[in-house]
């Protein structure tokens, strides 16, 4: 099974910044989707940004484009989200997750990923 660990989450002033790690226990060198995902309390799961891993074409959730940076280095087995001027509605935890495999769709669509991390939590204060 394909293990995917989160880091990089915390409690930061509206306007700030953090960056989030996803490592992956096996390759991402191979072209998969991944992404992440984030859930506030109350709320249903969204999608926040994906990225093909070797053409890395990326997408975003519209809410937070201009903002939120995805991004996969191969040979560190690691992708990214650099979050940038953070605002309250961010806060959430924020999970990574892996297509499915043989999956050869990448979005937003979270019935498309088979493997999820256990999340790392982000907090903005006003």
């Known amino acids: 099974r394909i293990q995917l660990m989160e880091s990089g989450g915390g409690s930061v002033q509206a306007g700030g910044s953090l960056r989030l790690s996803c490592v992956s226990s096996?390759?991402?060198?191979?072209?998969?989707?991944m992404a992440w995902f984030r859930q506030a309390p109350g709320k249903e799961r969204e999608g926040v940004a994906y990225?093909?891993?070797?053409?890395?074409?990326?997408g975003y959730l519209s809410a937070v484009k201009d903002r939120f940076t995805i991004s996969v280095d191969n040979a560190q087995n690691t992708m990214y989200l650099q979050m940038n001027s953070l605002k309250p509605e961010d806060t959430a935890t924020y999970y990574c997750?892996?297509?499915?495999?043989?999956?050869?769709?990448?979005?937003?669509?979270?019935?498309?990923?088979?493997?999820w991390g256990q999340g790392t939590q982000v907090t903005v204060t006003a």
């Open positions: 990225i093909s891993t070797r053409g890395q074409f990326p």
């Open positions: 997750a892996r297509v499915r495999e043989g999956m050869s769709k990448c979005g937003l669509r979270d019935d498309w990923f088979g493997d």
């Open positions: 096996t390759s991402t060198s191979s072209n998969i989707c």
